[in-house]
C-alpha cells in the first residue's frame, strides 16, 4: 500500500509560480514511477508529468512542458511540481499518483491516488 498526501496549491495570478508537493508513505517510496495529474472543472483528468523509480528520466504534457519540473526526494518520500509561468488554463485540482510498474502517461496504469489538490490562476 501506497499513501499519498498532496500540498502546497491555492490561488495565484497568472505568471506566478507555485510548489506542490506529494508526500508518500507506506511502500518503499524508491520503488515506483509517480505522476501528477490534474482535472479542470468539467473535463477529463489529463497528465501533467511523471517521474520514474530513480529520478533520472522525467516526461511532460506538451502544455506544461518549459514551464513545470518535476523532482523527487528520496530521503523526504516527497515529489515535487514546481509551476512556473502558470496560466489561467492551469487551474485545476491536482493530483499525484504511484506506478508500481513504469513511468507512464496513462491514470489507468496509476495503482494509488492522493485526494488532490486546488489550484487556481487567475487573469
Known amino acids: 500500500q501506497v499513501q499519498l498526501v498532496e500540498s502546497g496549491g491555492g490561488l495565484v495570478q497568472a505568471g506566478g509560480s507555485l510548489r506542490l508537493s506529494c508526500a508518500a508513505s507506506?511502500?518503499?517510496?524508491?520503488?515506483?514511477?509517480m505522476g501528477w495529474f490534474r482535472q479542470a472543472s468539467g473535463k477529463e483528468r489529463e497528465f501533467v508529468g511523471g517521474?520514474?523509480?530513480?529520478?533520472?528520466?522525467?516526461r511532460y504534457a506538451d502544455s506544461v512542458k518549459g514551464r513545470f519540473t518535476i523532482s523527487r526526494d528520496t530521503t523526504k518520500h516527497t515529489m515535487y511540481l514546481q509551476m512556473n509561468g502558470l496560466k489561467p488554463e492551469d487551474t485545476a485540482v491536482y493530483y499525484c499518483?504511484?506506478?508500481?510498474?513504469?513511468?507512464?502517461?496513462?491514470?489507468?496504469?496509476?495503482?494509488?491516488w492522493g485526494q488532490g489538490t486546488q489550484v487556481t490562476v487567475s487573469s
Open positions: 507506506g511502500r518503499t517510496f524508491g520503488g515506483y514511477a
Open positions: 517521474i520514474n523509480w530513480n529520478g533520472s528520466s522525467t
Open positions: 499518483a504511484a506506478d508500481l510498474s513504469s513511468l507512464g502517461v496513462d491514470e489507468k496504469k496509476y495503482n494509488y
